[in-house]
């Protein structure tokens, strides 16, 4: 098991920039790749961006490219989302999540888990 809880949300104006943190705990950080997805109201969830589990190839949505930077940092069992530039329609529920295959992925049932979620709302 894997037990993922995301920080850094809030509030924020257009333009603005936030970053997410996941803290990850109960296995091998490192034998996970990491994604972040999200969940606009009346939405389905969508993906954002993924890290593979050394770091080293990263993927994104068209919509947050040039915008968004994900990172991990292994030795702290953690796993970042850089928001810049960020928009309204960036105002989401924003989830973390890990999966086991090797390679990158940007399907949500894919995932093995999922932590609780960390709203992002940006005002116009």
């Known amino acids: 098991q894997v037990q993922l809880v995301e920080s850094g949300g809030g509030l924020v104006q257009a333009g603005g920039s936030l970053r997410l943190s996941c803290a990850a705990s109960?296995?091998?950080?490192?034998?996970?790749?990491m994604g972040w997805f999200r969940q606009a109201p009346g939405k389905e969830r969508e993906f954002v961006a993924a890290?593979?589990?050394?770091?080293?190839?990263?993927y994104y949505a068209d919509s947050v490219k040039g915008r968004f930077t994900i990172s991990r940092d292994n030795a702290k069992n953690t796993v970042y989302l850089q928001m810049d530039s960020l928009k309204p329609e960036d105002t989401a529920v924003y989830y973390c999540?890990?999966?086991?295959?090797?390679?990158?992925?940007?399907?949500?049932?894919?995932?093995?888990?999922w932590g609780q979620g960390t709203q992002v709302t940006v005002s116009s």
């Open positions: 109960g296995q091998t950080f490192s034998n996970y790749g």
């Open positions: 890290i593979s589990r050394s770091g080293g190839s990263t």
């Open positions: 999540a890990a999966y086991t295959r090797a390679l990158i992925s940007a399907r949500a049932g894919e995932y093995n888990y």
